[in-house]
């Protein structure tokens, strides 16, 4: 796409690895911030990004990326 910038953010509760929100800035977030509101609405937790597959390439690849950092982060409890 030629895009430079952007950023995903996903934010999980320690406790309970529960998704508790996500940001988007860029180009294509209108058309990706709905798997965020999705996985928030269906009380999932960071392994769904961890577990699940994402389109490579794609810019809904930002969430598995994102997920598995938060992952490392938390530990794999």
């Known amino acids: 796409m030629g ?5 995903l953010k996903l934010l999980f509760s ?3 690895r529960r998704l508790l ?10 058309e990706l911030i709905h798997i965020g ?7 999932g937790t960071v392994d769904f990004f961890v ?3 994402f389109n490579y390439p794609t810019l809904a690849e930002a969430y598995k990326i994102a997920g598995l ?6 530990g794999r409890a």
Do not use: K, P, S, Y
Not at 21 to 30: D, F, N, P, Q
Not at 37 to 43: D, K, S, T
């Open 3 to 7: 895009v430079n910038t952007g950023f």
């Open 14 to 16: 320690i406790e309970t």
């Open 21 to 30: 929100g996500a940001h988007i800035v860029g180009e294509g977030a209108t």
């Open 37 to 43: 509101q999705a996985v928030i609405n269906l009380g």
């Open 51 to 53: 577990n699940n597959t």
């Open 69 to 74: 950092d938060a992952w490392n982060r938390m």
